[in-house]
């Protein structure tokens, strides 16, 4: 019976006509290994048969047949020997996982101390750092001094429409400003009732404190 391979989902085959290679890679990280290069028998058939089909004036042909050579079964046997040998001789760099099934790097992606893999099982040290990093970066934006132009957002004028553009001349302000920067229009309109002195908003037909017409 053939042997089995267990290590066969994160690979590439790099193979070509004359020769088999395979990469290898970590499924947490992406980096691996790549095997040694081994050549191929049936490669270099086909590399004489090129050869003697120029020679004798094209009686043998050459590229139809070249696919149905690199095809062939027993190119094929080849392969599935030389990918036998380049699993076994990357194996020992990977582990899989026993909690997700990824196999990955010993190297850089295994927890030797959880026996589990890193995305399972982070280093405590490296995730205390990065919270630690988090926070500092939020301490950062909560305590950042605030520019002399936004002193002026109090309270009252957070609560009151900022005009981000002029209904004027359409021009975007930059902060909340009492007038236009390009053409001077009022971007503040303090509209009271002249009835009962309540604060109006713009475009309101009537008071909504004592129903006096605007």
């Known amino acids: 019976m053939a042997e089995r391979l ?16 395979f990469e290898f890679k970590c499924s947490r990280c992406g980096n691996g290994y790549r095997s040694k290069f081994m050549p191929s028998a049936t490669g270099t058939i086909s ?18 047949n070249l696919s149905g050579r690199v095809n062939s079964a027993a190119w094929q046997k080849a392969r599935d020997d030389a990918f036998l040998r380049a ?10 996982c026993p909690r997700c099934s990824g196999w990955v790097c010993k190297s850089s992606c295994w927890n030797t101390k959880r026996g589990l893999c890193k995305g399972c099982a982070p ?21 950042a001094a605030m520019a002399e132009e936004d002193k002026k957002l109090e309270t009252e004028q957070w609560r009151e429409t900022i005009v981000a ?23 503040k309109q303090n509209l ?23």
């Open 192 to 214: 009271h009732c002249t009835e009962c002195g309540a604060k109006l908003n713009p475009g309101v037909k009537f008071c909504p404190e004592c129903g006096k017409k605007v």
């Open 6 to 21: 267990e290590f066969t989902s994160n690979y590439s085959d790099l193979s070509t006509e004359t020769g088999f290679q």
């Open 87 to 96: 699993a076994n001789e990357i194996k020992p760099e990977f582990i899989q």
């Open 47 to 64: 590399n004489v048969l090129d050869a003697a089909s120029s020679i004798f004036g094209g009686i043998l042909s050459t590229a139809s």
């Open 123 to 143: 280093d405590l040290g490296v995730e205390m750092s990065a919270a630690q990093a988090s926070r500092s970066v939020e301490e950062v934006w909560a305590n």
């Open 165 to 187: 553009s002029c209904p004027k001349c359409g021009a975007p302000q930059q902060n909340n400003a009492k007038f236009c920067q390009e053409c001077g229009a009022p971007l």
